[in-house]
């Protein structure tokens, strides 16, 4: 037995056989394993402690309503995730997985940002978590320093056979040769994808199953999307550009699908426990900064189109309400305004869910349009 452990400890899952399909495979697998370990201690930890959500946001007297019966739930349960992922991409990662290591910081920072935000609200009840100005704040900052550090790390795309820089270029997605250089404006350019993205499902983290689903389906396709980037031959032959080590990338995004799957395990309907900032602003944010390692930024626009649909419809109410004294939607997000038409709240996440998919299949089909 001892001699098997030591063969085991022994290998170097970073050299071949392991190549990036195979350690994505097992990443997924240990994450999806760590988080059902981890999970159920952590739950028992947070209703011990009485860290349960606070239903009662005194938005809307009906909503209050309609999710009285989450009181009693635990909160926080982003850590689950943090710490699933985490670990199993630490040990897989390859020598060129300095990226990963910037994925693991953006999500480390934006999961305590919004720990913090969590652990307000539960120590002051009455106060809705971080002011909002100051969250945006800190997300920004955040993603800006992850744009700044993208400057600095040597990596290369290769289009239409020309090998340039990656630097501070923005890359269309639908088309294997078109480029912009954007200089300075990156940096601030990265800030903002990873704090819509972040914002977007922490937006849309209000029912049971719905933001880990829904983003589990948009890290998938991005992870998919990177072992194919990340293979010159590959994506030589289905007429994308090639982007060096991004197959390492896609070993983060693995681990981060197998530690969501694992988180929805408990989070599925009835919910034992919800992911609250801690775990929504990191997973929005690593799926930003991923599309933006993959220089597929404008490529979420329409595989995250349940994420989009969310933001939008928050963003249209406020601005139809103070422009024009009117509502578009009975309630904002998007699937609370189907609450209040009558639908079931496992209806709602299981069809946003199949709009997910579509969204997925829609954008990965787009890519046969590149020219």
Same mark, same amino acid.
């Not at 305590?112 to 997300?139: C, E, H, M, N, T």
């Not at 963003?315 to 189907?338: E, T």
């Not at 609450?339 to 069809?351: D, H, M, S, V, Y």
């Given at each position: 037995m001892i001699w098997i452990l030591h063969d085991i400890l022994a290998l170097d899952l970073t050299k071949a056989p392991f190549d990036a399909g195979s350690r994505c495979a097992l990443a997924a697998i240990l994450a999806f394993i760590a988080a059902l370990l981890f999970g %159920?201690?952590?739950?028992?930890?947070?209703?011990?402690?009485?860290r349960l959500e606070n239903t009662e946001r005194g938005d809307s007297k009906r909503l209050d309503e309609l999710h009285l019966h989450k009181k009693s739930?635990?909160?926080?349960?982003?850590?689950?995730? /943090?710490?699933?992922?985490?670990v199993p991409a630490l040990i897989l990662v390859g020598p060129g997985g300095s990226a990963v290591f910037l994925l693991i910081g953006l999500s480390a920072a934006l999961g305590l940002v919004g720990f913090l935000d969590d652990w307000i609200k539960l120590r002051y009840? =009455?106060? =809705?978590?971080?002011?909002?100005?100051? =969250?945006? #704040?800190l997300q920004l900052a955040i993603g800006a320093a992850a744009g700044a550090i993208l400057l600095l790390l040597p990596s290369e795309i290769r289009t239409g056979g020309t090998v340039e820089e990656l630097g501070d270029t923005l890359a269309f997605p639908w088309s294997s040769t078109w480029v912009l250089p954007l200089g300075v404006l990156f940096v601030p350019w990265v800030a903002i994808v990873v704090t819509s !993205?972040?914002?977007? #499902?922490? /937006? !849309?983290?209000?029912?049971?199953?719905?933001?880990i689903g829904s983003s589990t389906l948009v890290a998938a396709t991005l992870t998919a999307l990177a072992l194919v980037v990340g293979d010159e031959s590959m994506s030589a032959s289905l007429g994308l550009f090639h982007i060096e080590d991004a197959g390492e990338i896609a070993v983060w995004g693995a681990a981060l699908c197998g530690a969501s799957l694992g988180f929805l395990w408990f989070n599925c309907h009835p919910a034992e426990i919800f992911m609250g900032d801690t775990g929504s602003l990191p997973l929005g944010g690593s799926i930003g900064l991923m599309a933006v /390692?993959? %220089?597929?930024?404008?490529?979420? /626009?329409v595989l995250g189109g349940v994420l989009v649909a969310e933001a939008l419809s928050v963003i249209l109410q406020v601005a139809s309400y103070r422009l024009f004294g009117r509502r578009i939607f009975r309630i904002a997000p998007l699937h609370h305004h189907f609450q209040f038409l009558g639908w079931k709240e496992t209806r709602i996440t299981a069809r946003f869910w199949i709009a997910g998919l579509l969204c997925a299949a829609v954008s990965v089909g787009s890519l046969a349009l590149r020219g």
């Amino acid at each position: 037995m001892i001699w098997i452990l030591h063969d085991i400890l022994a290998l170097d899952l970073t050299k071949a056989p392991f190549d990036a399909g195979s350690r994505c495979a097992l990443a997924a697998i240990l994450a999806f394993i760590a988080a059902l370990l981890f999970g %159920r201690p952590f739950i028992a930890h947070q209703r011990r402690r009485q860290r349960l959500e606070n239903t009662e946001r005194g938005d809307s007297k009906r909503l209050d309503e309609l999710h009285l019966h989450k009181k009693s739930t635990p909160t926080m349960g982003g850590a689950i995730i /943090l710490f699933a992922s985490t670990v199993p991409a630490l040990i897989l990662v390859g020598p060129g997985g300095s990226a990963v290591f910037l994925l693991i910081g953006l999500s480390a920072a934006l999961g305590l940002v919004g720990f913090l935000d969590d652990w307000i609200k539960l120590r002051y009840p =009455k106060r =809705k978590g971080l002011s909002a100005r100051g =969250k945006l #704040v800190l997300q920004l900052a955040i993603g800006a320093a992850a744009g700044a550090i993208l400057l600095l790390l040597p990596s290369e795309i290769r289009t239409g056979g020309t090998v340039e820089e990656l630097g501070d270029t923005l890359a269309f997605p639908w088309s294997s040769t078109w480029v912009l250089p954007l200089g300075v404006l990156f940096v601030p350019w990265v800030a903002i994808v990873v704090t819509s !993205t972040s914002n977007a #499902v922490n /937006l !849309t983290d209000g029912l049971d199953g719905l933001a880990i689903g829904s983003s589990t389906l948009v890290a998938a396709t991005l992870t998919a999307l990177a072992l194919v980037v990340g293979d010159e031959s590959m994506s030589a032959s289905l007429g994308l550009f090639h982007i060096e080590d991004a197959g390492e990338i896609a070993v983060w995004g693995a681990a981060l699908c197998g530690a969501s799957l694992g988180f929805l395990w408990f989070n599925c309907h009835p919910a034992e426990i919800f992911m609250g900032d801690t775990g929504s602003l990191p997973l929005g944010g690593s799926i930003g900064l991923m599309a933006v /390692l993959l %220089r597929h930024e404008l490529f979420l /626009l329409v595989l995250g189109g349940v994420l989009v649909a969310e933001a939008l419809s928050v963003i249209l109410q406020v601005a139809s309400y103070r422009l024009f004294g009117r509502r578009i939607f009975r309630i904002a997000p998007l699937h609370h305004h189907f609450q209040f038409l009558g639908w079931k709240e496992t209806r709602i996440t299981a069809r946003f869910w199949i709009a997910g998919l579509l969204c997925a299949a829609v954008s990965v089909g787009s890519l046969a349009l590149r020219g």
